[in-house]
């Protein structure tokens, strides 16, 4: 509702919006109908994850037709002008013969400032599948891939790259998005400034802590909001190149090294 309510006050640009409400069981989509009646409301049964979620909205907007698309999380909070800030970001890129651009609006955590979600660039030479954050500055950069928590992608961009790839159900699918854009003669850049706030996921309990028994760390790595190994494999065979089934493997054996040396250490 938060989310909502910063659209409704954005400047200077028209929204429709389109939410997938994935068989929540807490009142979402009564509150969104009584508050926001405009709302286009998606219904799924709970299978879809974040994925099959934004592929459902994405693709209702898409056979409308729109100037623009904002992928746009529900915990995502954005400043009064970020929207018609991203669009005049890519106009500006227009005016300078950069017009099949998608345009990443930086997120950052309220209560610290650190930047939390936003567009990557790639951490170093040897990993083709390792990113980090590119921080934002006053003038729009350059970036690789994104985080799908805010982008804007313009009618043009739409119409070459499609949707959200289907075989992804939770991860990797903004980050393929991003890559595939790329491939197709787009280009990806981080707004100025940023757009917004929204927390960091926690990674206690998930792929990523380290604490976790190897049986639950294995299951969470395995799962589909982790590095399902299909999923997975599709992304690195696409942009790890032809070495991608050593970076394919890579998470999974560090995981049992890292159990394997938590039980050595006992």
């Not at 509150?31 to 709970?46: F, H, I, M, N, T």
């Not at 950052?108 to 930047?115: E, I, M, P, Y």
């Not at 999974?252 to 039980?263: E, I």
Request: glycine share 8%; hydrophobic share 40%.
């Amino acid at each position: 509702m938060a989310c909502l309510e910063a659209l409704s006050q954005q400047k200077d640009i028209q929204c429709e919006i389109y939410l997938t409400d994935d068989g929540s069981s807490d009142g979402t989509s009564a509150a969104v109908r009584e508050r926001y009646p405009e709302v286009k409301l998606l219904a799924g049964d709970g299978s879809l994850f974040w994925v099959g979620g934004m592929r459902k909205a994405f693709a209702a907007a898409m056979d409308i037709g729109y100037d623009y698309y904002l992928w746009l999380n529900d915990d995502s909070n954005l400043f009064a002008d970020t929207v018609s800030q991203l669009v005049r970001t890519h106009q500006n890129l227009a005016a300078n013969h950069t017009q099949e651009a998608i345009i990443i609006g930086s997120l950052q955590d309220a209560a610290t400032g650190v930047l939390t979600y936003g567009g990557v660039v790639r951490a170093n030479s040897w990993h083709p599948l390792k990113f980090q954050l590119l921080t934002p500055g006053d003038e729009p950069k350059p970036c690789v891939t994104m985080n799908g928590n805010c982008v804007l992608i313009p009618h043009s961009v739409a119409a070459k790259v499609g949707n959200l790839e289907p075989k992804f159900i939770h991860r990797h699918a903004d980050y393929d998005y991003g890559l595939r854009a790329q491939q197709l003669g787009c280009s990806v850049w981080v707004a100025p400034g940023y757009a917004g706030t929204c927390s960091r996921n926690p990674k206690s309990g998930t792929w990523e802590d380290a604490n976790l028994p190897f049986s639950q760390l294995w299951k969470q790595v395995t799962g589909p909001k982790g590095l399902a190994p299909e999923e997975w494999q599709l992304f690195a065979r696409r942009h790890a190149g032809p070495l991608w089934y050593f970076y394919w493997l890579l998470p999974y054996v560090r995981v049992m090294g890292t159990s394997l040396l938590r039980k050595l250490r006992k």
